[in-house]
Structures are given as C-alpha cells and as structure tokens.
Nanobody
C-alpha cells in the first residue's frame, strides 16, 4: 500500500511563504499527474495545482503567479511553493498522485494564513 506523506504546513502571516512537500512511501510507476488540492471549512475540495507526466502544469486562477508546483521523479516527491499567501488560502491541503494503477491521496496538512 502506497502512502503519501505531506509536510510543510503551518501558520503564516499574510504575505508570507510556505513550501509543501509530498513524498510517496515507495516508487509509483506510470504516473499521469501529481497535484495539490485544498479544502476550506464548508467548501468543496478544489484543485490548486497539477503537474502532468510531460511537466505541463495547471493552476487555479486564484493562485496563478503566487504558487509553483514542481516534482522530483527520482524521489517520487511533489512540491508546492506558496508565496504571497492570503487569508483565503487557509485550508487543508492534500497531495494527490494519479497513476495508471491507482489514485493516491495524502492525509492532508493544515495551512493557516492569519495575522
């Protein structure tokens, strides 16, 4: 069973930065995409950023220009660099890896943006 382990969440002031990491417990083959989703209280889970096997990326309009997704295939790790954070970015962030043999989710990491 593959586990995704997230780290890097926490409390940050508006305008600050955080870097989220998500590492798979073992090698995952035939990955189609790696991404980050978030869910704020009372809201549906939404896509934040995604990077495909060909390295093309998608971002939610609300984070374009502020967040950057990247991946390290050798480490089966995906990162989310979050800059210029806003209070509306507050949510639980979930890592997702979509592969031919399965769809994997992390346990979530809390990001709170508050002064």
């Amino acid at each position: 069973q593959v586990q995704l382990v997230e780290s890097g969440g926490g409390l940050v002031q508006p305008g600050g930065s955080l870097r989220l990491s998500c590492a798979a417990s073992r090698t995952i083959f035939s990955i189609n995409a790696m991404g980050w989703y978030r869910q704020a209280p009372g809201k549906q889970r939404e896509l934040v950023a995604r990077i495909r096997s060909g390295y093309s990326t998608d971002y939610a309009d609300s984070v374009k220009g502020r967040f950057t997704i990247s991946r390290d295939n050798a480490k089966n790790t995906v990162y989310l660099q979050m800059n210029s954070l806003k209070p509306e970015d507050t949510a639980v962030y979930y890592c997702n890896i979509r592969a031919v043999l399965g769809d994997y989710w992390g346990q979530g990491t809390q990001v709170t943006v508050s002064s």
